[in-house]
């Protein structure tokens, strides 16, 4: 009788342990106050003794459970590194008020898909334990910007659109890559109230030192010129013009062909106030910011196949 008792007694501690370590789980029991004596272990409580017999065996004893702790991406990435994360938006199509491409005859405005952009590599670690992320490929489809209002909105409809590559479970904030401080919007599209904004030049240094180049292609592996946070103004000949400004080349070949910082389409405002009917278009190539919450469910980091997925 005295034997069955302690094999009941041994089923319930078994169960007890499995409920208090479960991840998530409310503690409903202290394992601590079960003492437990083995010549196996140097521990006397339960929890500690099969986690030492864990840490010497790199298995876990037959019929128990023993936690692992997660550990933290900030604790584990390196810059490089790449990381999985899908943004949760699956359509979005900036409105013509932003852009000023009205889906007239001479604009009709593309839709992006975010979640397309799911791959990203780490380009900074951030004190606070967030890290900051590019995605390592240029949207599908690009935006056009046209016109006044496109010249006057271009840096602040940039961080819009950037905002829908987001989950709120794991990114703290967005932006588009060379963001930091510049005007977003501009009341007029005159120097003195809009005046030339350039854009950080540490987000290309950094995606530069990762990739070896600042030049995109599109998940389909097409050369994709991208959207950068820039307005300029200068001579169009004799002409006063306005524009701003994308990165990279459209060609077919294995080099995309443009290395250059600013190679893009330019809004031009030509004679008596006229702004010409073309625009600039190009990718979205945003820059994502990670909670330093974050864990690491699997994965190494070191390629496209091993991303740590979180």
């Not at 010549?39 to 010497?56: A, F, H, P």
């Not at 023993?66 to 949760?88: F, H, N, Q, W």
């Not at 987001?166 to 120097?191: F, L």
């Not at 994502?288 to 091993?306: F, Q, V, Y």
């Amino acid at each position: 009788m005295k034997k069955r008792i302690k094999q009941i007694i041994g089923v319930i501690i078994g169960i007890i342990i499995g409920i208090s370590t479960t991840v998530g789980a409310t503690t409903i029991f202290n394992s601590k106050d079960i003492t437990y004596s083995s010549d196996k272990t140097s521990k006397t409580n339960v929890k500690d003794s099969l986690d030492e017999l864990y840490n010497k065996t790199g298995k876990c004893p037959e019929g128990q459970y023993c936690y692992t702790a997660p550990v933290a991406l900030s604790d584990k990435v390196e810059l490089g590194d790449y990381i999985r994360m899908t943004p949760t938006s699956t359509s979005y199509t900036p409105p013509g008020e932003l852009t000023g491409c009205m889906n007239d005859a001479n604009c009709t405005q593309n839709t992006l898909n975010p979640s397309e952009l799911n791959l990203w590599r780490v380009i900074k670690k951030n004190e606070d334990g967030t890290v900051d992320a590019v995605s390592v490929y240029a949207s599908s489809v690009r935006i056009f910007f046209q016109g006044e209002i496109g010249y006057k909105n271009y840096i602040g409809a940039l961080n819009t659109i950037a905002s829908q590559y987001t989950n709120e479970k794991y990114v703290k904030s967005t932006r588009n890559i060379g963001y930091k401080n510049q005007i977003g919007y501009c009341t007029d599209y005159i120097v003195e109230s809009c005046p030339i904004m350039e854009p950080e030049q540490e987000d290309l240094t950094l995606v530069k030192n990762i990739f070896g180049s600042i030049l995109a292609r599109t998940v389909s592996g097409n050369c994709q010129r991208y959207h950068y946070p820039r307005r300029q103004f200068g001579k169009w000949g004799d002409l006063d013009s306005f524009w701003v400004n994308t990165i990279g080349g459209e060609s077919s070949n294995s080099t995309c062909e443009c290395e250059c910082t600013y190679c893009g389409y330019r809004h031009l405002r030509l004679e008596n106030g006229e702004w010409l009917e073309s625009g600039s278009q190009g990718g979205v190539r945003p820059v994502i910011t990670l909670k330093s919450s974050i864990t690491i469910n699997n994965g190494d980091g070191k390629s496209e196949s091993t991303a740590y997925q979180i």
